[in-house]
């Protein structure tokens, strides 16, 4: 329907701001999972160099986990989440560990394309695991380097869907289709899930990252994540042997971030020359 005269037409916003992390985290982990969740998230921590009195945003904070680990670390900590839900979550995780000692992060509700921080704000900024959930991505990362300190970093930690498991994931597919046998799984890995606006791999994630940021280092994490068979094999394999087999698959990543699983990216505001801080 046309509205009507003057009336005004409000933007409705269309992001779900009431999904929880059950899509995400996987239940029943294999070593694979493991092994990726934990290093995605120790070198994103690690990259944004916490330590006492840093000051540390990080960016669509979710349930939180990751701002309470930088605050552990003696980081001043604003988690910044669009979602209610997801931030009365992350004040639920916290408030154990808030007993125990931790120190709570400040939970702040934000858009990351319209971060409500003044300009150089943080030393660090991370955003691990969202951008392909942002309807603005670009201005996000904008966003992100302007609340950075000139000699800060920002983090980007992005799932990569041009991966040797996603390449493999749809031969195998094409292959089978060839044949009249459907894909191996309902759900293909290597399609952008439907809460993604971005499908990003390595190349676009330059793209979009350099226009604000200046990329001092691109790292690749874990290969062969989502490969047909591979979950299983490694779940079954000793644990031993799985775990070489994926340190060895997570060295290669190392080399060549263009198959990795996941890409974590860092790079430094790149300010005009009229700007100030
Ligand atoms: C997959 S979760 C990742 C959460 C957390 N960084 C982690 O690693 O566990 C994606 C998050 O992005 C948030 N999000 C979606 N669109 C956003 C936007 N435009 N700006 C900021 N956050 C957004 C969601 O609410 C959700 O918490």
Request: a neutral charge; glycine letters at 10%.
């Given at each position: 329907?046309?509205?009507r005269?003057?009336?005004?037409v409000r933007?409705v916003r269309i992001v779900d701001?009431?999904?929880?992390?059950?899509?995400?985290?996987p239940?029943?982990?294999t070593p694979?999972?493991?092994?990726?969740f934990?290093?995605?998230?120790?070198v994103?921590?690690?990259?944004?160099?916490?330590g006492p009195?840093k000051?540390i945003?990080?960016?669509?904070?979710?349930v939180g986990q990751?701002?309470?680990?930088?605050?552990?670390r003696?980081?001043?900590?604003?988690?910044a989440e669009p979602?209610?839900?997801m931030?009365?979550?992350?004040?639920l995780?916290?408030?154990?560990?808030?007993?125990?000692?931790?120190v709570?992060p400040?939970w702040?509700?934000g858009?990351?394309?319209?971060l409500?921080f003044a300009?150089?704000?943080?030393?660090?900024?991370i955003?691990?695991g969202?951008?392909?959930?942002?309807?603005q991505?670009?201005?996000?990362?904008?966003?992100?380097?302007?609340v950075c300190?000139?000699?800060?970093?920002?983090?980007?930690?992005?799932?990569?869907?041009?991966?040797?498991a996603?390449?493999?994931?749809?031969?195998?597919?094409?292959?089978r289709?060839?044949?009249?046998l459907?894909?191996?799984?309902?759900?293909?890995g290597?399609?952008a899930?439907?809460?993604?606006?971005?499908r990003?791999e390595?190349p676009?994630?330059r793209e979009?990252?350099e226009?604000?940021?200046?990329?001092?280092?691109?790292?690749?994490?874990?290969l062969g994540?989502?490969m047909?068979?591979?979950?299983?094999?490694m779940?079954?394999l000793?644990?031993g042997?799985a775990?070489?087999a994926?340190?060895?698959?997570?060295?290669?990543?190392g080399?060549?971030?263009?198959?990795?699983d996941?890409?974590?990216?860092?790079?430094?505001?790149?300010r005009?020359?009229?700007?100030?801080?």
């Amino acid at each position: 329907m046309q509205p009507r005269g003057d009336a005004k037409v409000r933007a409705v916003r269309i992001v779900d701001l009431d999904r929880d992390m059950s899509d995400v985290i996987p239940t029943g982990m294999t070593p694979d999972s493991e092994f990726l969740f934990q290093k995605m998230t120790d070198v994103t921590l690690d990259r944004a160099r916490p330590g006492p009195g840093k000051r540390i945003l990080d960016v669509a904070s979710g349930v939180g986990q990751d701002s309470l680990a930088l605050a552990a670390r003696g980081a001043i900590v604003v988690g910044a989440e669009p979602s209610r839900r997801m931030t009365q979550m992350a004040r639920l995780f916290a408030a154990d560990k808030i007993k125990a000692g931790a120190v709570e992060p400040d939970w702040v509700q934000g858009w990351a394309d319209r971060l409500p921080f003044a300009t150089g704000s943080f030393d660090g900024v991370i955003c691990k695991g969202a951008i392909d959930h942002f309807d603005q991505p670009e201005q996000a990362i904008a966003e992100m380097a302007r609340v950075c300190a000139r000699d800060g970093c920002v983090v980007l930690a992005i799932a990569n869907f041009e991966s040797l498991a996603c390449r493999v994931g749809r031969a195998v597919d094409d292959l089978r289709l060839e044949i009249g046998l459907p894909p191996v799984r309902e759900r293909r890995g290597y399609d952008a899930p439907s809460d993604h606006f971005t499908r990003y791999e390595l190349p676009l994630m330059r793209e979009q990252a350099e226009a604000h940021l200046v990329v001092e280092s691109v790292e690749g994490i874990s290969l062969g994540w989502g490969m047909p068979g591979w979950s299983k094999t490694m779940a079954r394999l000793p644990a031993g042997i799985a775990r070489g087999a994926i340190q060895a698959f997570d060295g290669v990543a190392g080399l060549a971030p263009t198959l990795s699983d996941v890409i974590v990216l860092v790079g430094r505001p790149r300010r005009s020359a009229s700007t100030s801080r």
